[in-house]
């Protein structure tokens, strides 16, 4: 198995990070640091670590999918799996996935996660559920997924043009190949990794709506079977565009949003306010749940 570790500016935690992947019960593995042009001690803490089955790997500074990208090019497993560099592994988190994908031959396995909150204590838990509901599938996090490297590979990688969601739009693309091959998918109803608060959505803004958009035009004829998925990407963009005083794209985006779920009312709310720009200025809040 090879572990993905993509990491920028983050010394100190992707030392955690490699290390609970270190202190696994399961030994087949390598670990594959992927620096996106760091400029902090992040080369010096992990070079420091001394285990032949890591490798440091760095490059110009990219984006995290150019570097999640160069891991998989560099990795020498058939199977990769990701951590993000300010979470940790639990135990059994490899050793789970190999159960899973050697002993049945499924091209993809998966687990849940823990979510902390700022205070570090637990406000969540994420499971994979059903495979075959699209609305779960794309729910994809670093750490809960390991597959087959070469469907990596088929899909195109992840979209190095994006900066927020790419493990969203990269299940997006999985989920086409899939319904075209109907590869099998095993999942453990237990959460393996421990993901820490990072700052939230709020961080994103304008990277969040551009994904948005990104998906929406590539994936529409996909998300137009799913509909409340579709209206949150729609609502997402058009109430970027309002704070953004565009109001014309606010209002296309955000009729397109209302008539996919007209029963929402805050659908409708959203709408008057981008059409009464005086009015929708002091209504829009921070950030948008769909």
């Known amino acids: 198995m090879s572990v993905v570790i993509p990491t920028h500016n983050r010394g100190s935690l992707v030392r955690r990070a490699v290390n609970s992947v270190l202190a696994q019960d399961f030994d087949d593995f390598e670990i594959v640091v992927a620096d996106d042009g760091s400029t902090d001690d992040t080369r010096a803490l992990v070079e420091a670590i001394r285990d032949p089955r890591l490798r440091y790997l ?20 058939p199977f990769v799996t990701f951590l993000d560099s300010d979470d940790e592994a639990l135990q ?43 609305d779960q599938w794309v729910r994809f996090l670093a750490g809960t997924y390991a597959l087959d490297r070469r469907l990596i590979e088929e899909v195109g990688g992840y979209a190095e043009s994006l900066s927020f969601g790419i493990h969203t739009e990269f299940a997006m693309r999985l989920w086409r190949l899939r319904r075209e091959r109907d590869w099998s998918v095993a999942a453990l109803q237990e959460p393996l990794v421990r993901r820490y608060w990072s700052g939230g959505d709020q961080r994103y803004g ?64 959203r709408l008057i306010a981008a059409l009464i720009p005086a009015f929708g200025r002091r209504l829009w809040v921070e950030e948008v749940d769909g």
């Not at 760095?58 to 497993?77: F, I, K, L, P, T």
């Not at 499924?106 to 406000?123: E, F, K, Q």
């Open 206 to 269: 304008g990277e969040r709506a551009r994904m948005a958009e990104y998906v929406l035009d590539r994936h529409g004829s996909l998300l137009a079977s799913h509909g409340p998925i579709r209206a949150t990407y729609l609502a997402i963009v058009g109430v970027h565009a309002a704070k953004s005083s565009d109001f014309g794209k606010a209002r296309r985006y955000l009729w397109r949003a209302w008539t996919s779920r007209p029963w929402r009312p805050k659908g409708l709310a």
């Open 92 to 134: 059994g988190w490899l050793a789970s996935f190999a159960r899973l994908l050697d002993a049945t031959g499924n091209s993809v396995a998966r687990c849940g996660l823990l979510s902390l909150g700022p205070d570090g204590l637990v406000n969540g838990v994420l499971l994979p559920g059903s495979d075959r509901d699209f």
């Open 58 to 77: 760095r490059q110009d500074h990219a984006g995290e999918a150019a570097a999640r990208n160069m891991g998989v090019q560099a990795s020498r497993s």
